[in-house]
């Protein structure tokens, strides 16, 4: 079945510094969705992708869709304490949206 | 609106009986979705339904599991029996127009099975 994989499972940056993260399915996507979930959260909806090789920019955030469709990023630029969270990718293919592992970021002031 | 709400927040229950999980999805919403997240398994889907029909319960772990969603403003996922390992948190999303739009999580059903 259809999988997305997420690296790194883990982050630990010290606030200012950049973060990213990276999404890679075993299939092409027909959209790629961001999710934050916060300790003891659900998640949020953050921004979807649809372009072949699109990018946005939400402030410090900048995401990146692959020009096959099969991968994306998100960059945070200088990392804030409110940044603490895990962020997931879901890839929508075969008429389901399929969660990333995960990437779980953790920020020290 | 009020968002996704699901009920209860928290579940303890013992082994072998029976668990049942409410959600009352965003009013307006065609879809709606149950997840089921572990450390171990991620964030995994286990069925959705169109207009309260079942669209694909492939995610569904065994027949202990069954979903229902006799209107457009209330679904149920029951367990039964319970064992250990169903000991997850249980999510409800909804969405306006499917799969490939921004879905809305509800905060989430804490099941604890000892």
């Known amino acids: 079945g259809q999988q997305v994989m997420q690296i790194p499972q883990y982050q630990h940056v010290q606030e200012g510094e950049d973060f990213t993260t990276y999404c890679n399915s075993s299939t092409t996507l027909s959209n790629i969705q961001w999710y934050k979930q916060r300790p003891g959260g659900h998640p949020v909806f953050l921004i979807q992708?649809?372009?072949?090789?699109e990018v946005k920019k939400q402030k410090r955030l900048t995401f990146q869709f692959g020009e096959a469709k099969k991968n994306s990023s998100l960059h945070i630029t200088a990392t804030q304490t409110t940044d603490v969270g895990t962020y997931f990718c879901a890839g929508t293919g075969f008429q389901k949206l399929v969660f990333g592992t995960g990437t779980r970021l953790l920020v020290s002031p | 609106d009020a968002g996704v709400i699901q009920s209860p927040r928290h579940e303890v229950t013992e082994m072998g009986q029976e668990v049942t999980l409410r959600c009352k999805p965003i009013?307006?919403?065609?879809?709606l979705f149950w997840y089921r997240q572990t450390m171990m398994r991620g964030l995994e889907l286990l069925i959705y339904f169109n207009n309260n029909v079942p669209i694909d319960d492939s995610g569904m772990p065994e027949d202990r599991f069954s979903a229902k969603m006799p209107n457009a403003s209330f679904s149920t996922l029951k367990i039964q029996p319970s064992e250990p390992r169903d000991s997850a948190v249980y999510f409800c999303a909804s969405s306006p127009t499917g799969v490939s739009t921004e879905a809305f999580f509800g905060q989430g059903t804490r099941l604890t099975v000892v």
């Open positions: 992708l649809v372009k072949s090789g």
């Open positions: 009013s307006g919403h065609d879809y």
